[in-house]
């Protein structure tokens, strides 16, 4: 069964901080390429960051990079986003997303197994 579950999300100030997991099946854990998007309302569902799962790339948007880190934990089928000095602009549905093309993608086409998403509320 294809499976992936997020959690962690919330309501936080500006400049505080949230981290959020995604347990994702062995299947699709095993196809090497992770990422994390958002979607805020009104816009369309944006790139965050990815992972590869053997090697530990990772690769973010130019929005995030230095504030947000994506890592993964190989024993728990568990990739994390470590978002930190958060602004009201990261309010966003976040999504895990598996299987894509490559593991540097951020392009949203490129993902086939999405999770249901988590809400991340941040005020200013």
């Known amino acids: 069964q294809e499976q992936l579950v997020e959690s962690g999300g919330g309501s936080v100030q500006a400049g505080g901080a949230l981290r959020l997991s995604c347990v994702i099946s062995?299947?699709?854990?095993?196809?090497?390429?992770l990422g994390w998007f958002r979607q805020a309302p009104g816009k369309e569902r944006e790139g965050v960051g990815t992972?590869?799962?053997?090697?530990?790339?990772?690769y973010y948007a130019n929005s995030v990079k230095g504030r947000f880190t994506v890592s993964r934990d190989n024993a728990k089928n568990t990739m994390y986003l470590q978002m930190n000095m958060l602004k009201p602009d990261d309010t966003a549905m976040y999504y895990c997303?598996?299987?894509?093309?490559?593991?540097?993608?951020?392009?949203?086409?490129?993902?086939?197994?999405w999770g249901q998403g988590t809400q991340v509320t941040v005020s200013s």
């Open positions: 997303a598996a299987d894509a093309v490559a593991c540097w993608s951020l392009f949203t086409s490129d993902y086939r197994a």
């Open positions: 062995k299947h699709l854990w095993n196809t090497k390429c």
């Open positions: 992972i590869d799962t053997v090697g530990g790339s990772t």
